[in-house]
């Protein structure tokens, strides 16, 4: 089944309406009680990020739509026809908001590289569950560690237009050699799934979505091609340089119209994988690799004495 996010949602996040989109859909397709719902699933379904999925859970869960089982997850609730589909989501802080406040501060080098919990709780004024949530997101996403008895500590970041060329140019070398490997093969139903983000993305959601959402869609897609190579070495690598790059990325996010470019072009390479020309996908990925090296840099640039804001 095909989900799709209506794009209105302009810059309040879309957590909220997932919430009432998702107990909809579970009503309106009779899943059964008890069955189990995973974040990656629904992260899958609806082209979001797991993080953006964990929080529909979790938001779920207050509601009674779900019931959380310790160390087995999310199954659906026997009483979710009882419960109105059209009540508000649970009062809460703008979470997404505040981790673009972290982002923002740790790439402008206001925070230390090795922080408190207690000392993020007062800075930004957040419960010990919020900063939880949050540090599971930002520890996933690979910008933050747990240190050894206490604290945490912040990976290494890209953080000029220069080291970011850099890590395209070196992802211009690995990612097209990732296809013309012997025992490349992506499934179809992984092309299925990419076609629907990014078309969604060329119809218009590349104006609405948040940044997180539409840069963790720019990272399937490359990391599920590298994935697909057979050869671990380069999804290795790949992912390395994404974590690094991730917040330089949200600053390049001003213009959002190169995303309809390079959606079009994922299309583009989607097909032609489809049809079995992999030499000639490898060939259209450097060119589309090429165009992000000219593009990408000088709008970072132009970005980086903007703040950082969840767009």
Do not use: C
Request: charged share 25%.
């Amino acid at each position: 089944m095909n989900f799709q996010i209506p794009h209105g949602r302009a810059r309040r996040g879309i957590v909220p309406e997932l919430v009432l989109r998702v107990h909809r859909t579970l009503l309106e397709r009779a899943v059964p009680p008890g069955s189990h719902i995973t974040a990656q699933a629904l992260a899958d379904q609806f082209a979001v990020s797991r993080w953006t999925a964990s929080e529909v859970l979790s938001q779920l869960a207050q509601r009674g739509v779900v019931v959380h089982a310790e160390n087995r997850g999310y199954y659906l609730s026997a009483r979710i026809a009882d419960i109105p589909v059209d009540r508000d989501p649970p009062a809460g802080r703008d979470l997404n908001a505040i981790y673009f406040k972290i982002a923002e501060d740790r790439l402008s080098g206001k925070l230390e590289e090795s922080v408190t919990e207690s000392f993020l709780k007062q800075r930004y004024d957040l419960t010990a569950a919020d900063l939880s949530s949050l540090l599971n997101r930002i520890a996933a996403e690979g910008w933050i560690e747990p240190r050894a008895g206490y604290g945490w500590t912040f990976s290494q970041i890209l953080r000029t237009p220069q080291t970011l060329e850099q890590s395209y140019r070196f992802r211009l070398l690995i990612e097209p050699a990732a296809l013309l490997e012997p025992g490349f093969h992506l499934r179809g139903e992984t092309i299925r799934k990419l076609r629907i983000a990014h078309e969604d993305i060329v119809a218009g959601a590349a104006d609405t979505l948040p940044a997180d959402v539409l840069y963790e869609r720019g990272v399937a897609f490359h990391e599920s091609l590298a994935e697909a190579s057979g050869n671990p070495f380069f999804l290795d690598a790949l992912r390395r340089i994404n974590r690094l790059r991730r917040l330089l990325i949200y600053r390049s996010m001003v213009d959002r119209r190169r995303f309809y470019e390079q959606s079009a072009e994922h299309l583009l390479i989607l097909e032609l994988l489809e049809d079995g020309n992999i030499r000639g996908a490898s060939e259209a990925l450097r060119a589309h690799l090429e165009e992000v090296i000219r593009k990408v840099p000088p709008k970072v640039q132009d970005a980086l004495d903007r703040p950082l804001k969840p767009a």
